[in-house]
Structures are given as C-alpha cells and as structure tokens.
C-alpha cells in the first residue's frame, strides 16, 4: 500500500506541474475579424484598397475634365491617364476590370457611368 500512496502523491505532483506548464501553451483567441469567410475572397483591407483606387479615378474623371478652365497640365495627365485606365480592357491586378470584378460591380454599368459624367461638361 505504501507503494500505490508514494505513486499517487508523485503522479499528483506531476500533474500539477504539468498544468503548469500547459498554461503557456494555450492559444490566442481569434478574433471574428481575423477570420476570413468563406464566401468572401478578399480582406477587408484589400477591398478597401481596390475601392479607393476606383474612387480617386471617378473623382479625378469628375473633378479634372481638361475643358474646364483653370486646369493644370499635371491635372489634365491625371485625368487622360485615369479615363485610359477606365477604357482598358485588361484583366492585370489593379486594371479597370480586375477592381470592378473583385468589388463585384459590373464594368460595363460603371464605364457607362463615367461616359455619362464626362459627357455632361
């Protein structure tokens, strides 16, 4: 008997250092932010990115049109390099087409957008 005492005493002892030890060893909690859906294929933060991209070319195209006076030469690049952009049919990371399918827009609906909006200058 005093065998099995000695052997639990010691398995005792063992287990609570174990418990110890296994406190460090516990994982992070997971925030649900910083679980990525399975539906959707892009961060947030990625998605913020493509959407400002497409914002500031639909602000320069509407802000710059090179027929308005008191525009600047630099303005005026910006703004024939943006409608450049917009007409482009590429598929490239950051063309035109490639942000407009990532946010799920329609292109076509979107470039009929900005004819509009530089056509009423």
Same mark, same amino acid.
């Given at each position: 008997?005093?065998?099995?005492?000695?052997?639990?005493?010691?398995?005792?002892?063992?287990?609570?250092? !174990?418990?110890?030890?296994? @406190?460090?060893?516990?994982?992070?909690?997971? /925030? $649900? &932010?910083?679980?990525?859906? *399975?539906?959707?294929?892009?961060?947030?933060?990625?998605? !913020?990115?493509?959407?400002? @991209?497409?914002?500031?070319?639909?602000?320069? /195209? $509407? &802000?710059?049109?090179?027929? *308005?006076?008191?525009?600047?030469?630099?303005?005026?690049?910006?703004?024939?390099?943006?409608?450049?952009?917009?007409?482009?049919?590429?598929?490239?990371?950051?063309?035109?087409?490639?942000?407009?399918?990532?946010?799920?827009?329609?292109?076509?609906?979107?470039?009929?957008?900005?004819?509009?909006?530089?056509?009423?200058?």
């Amino acid at each position: 008997m005093k065998g099995r005492s000695a052997a639990r005493s010691q398995l005792r002892v063992a287990n609570t250092s !174990l418990e110890h030890e296994l @406190v460090h060893l516990q994982p992070d909690a997971l /925030l $649900a &932010s910083q679980i990525r859906p *399975r539906h959707n294929t892009l961060q947030r933060s990625e998605w !913020l990115l493509l959407w400002a @991209v497409l914002a500031d070319a639909l602000h320069v /195209l $509407a &802000s710059f049109h090179p027929k *308005r006076p008191g525009r600047s030469s630099k303005e005026k690049r910006q703004w024939e390099a943006d409608l450049a952009w917009v007409r482009e049919d590429s598929t490239k990371p950051f063309s035109f087409s490639y942000v407009c399918d990532h946010l799920g827009l329609d292109r076509e609906a979107v470039r009929s957008h900005v004819e509009r909006l530089i056509a009423d200058v």
